[in-house]
């Protein structure tokens, strides 16, 4: 058995990306947004009508994990 083909385990890069999960309020549906290259701030969009999300990293913040983008 060749598990490196198991559709199970976990992909590598998946498991090292830092996330927040965000439940949009327009159109009701919750999603991750991901880390950008430069580790300032959380980026992503509603995967419905694309309104972005940004959350910036700062001192000072939370370590809340998950949000509501109105």
């Known amino acids: 058995m060749d598990i490196s083909s198991d559709p199970h385990s976990p992909r590598e890069d998946a498991v090292c990306r830092r ?10 549906v919750y ?9 300032t701030a959380y980026e992503g969009f509603c995967p419905k009508c694309s309104r972005p999300v ?5 001192p000072g913040g939370t370590d809340h994990r998950f949000f509501t983008a109105y």
């Open 31 to 39: 999603t991750r947004i991901y880390i950008n290259k430069t580790e």
């Open 54 to 58: 940004r959350i910036q990293i700062g």
């Open 19 to 28: 996330f927040l999960g965000i439940q949009f309020a327009c159109c009701g």
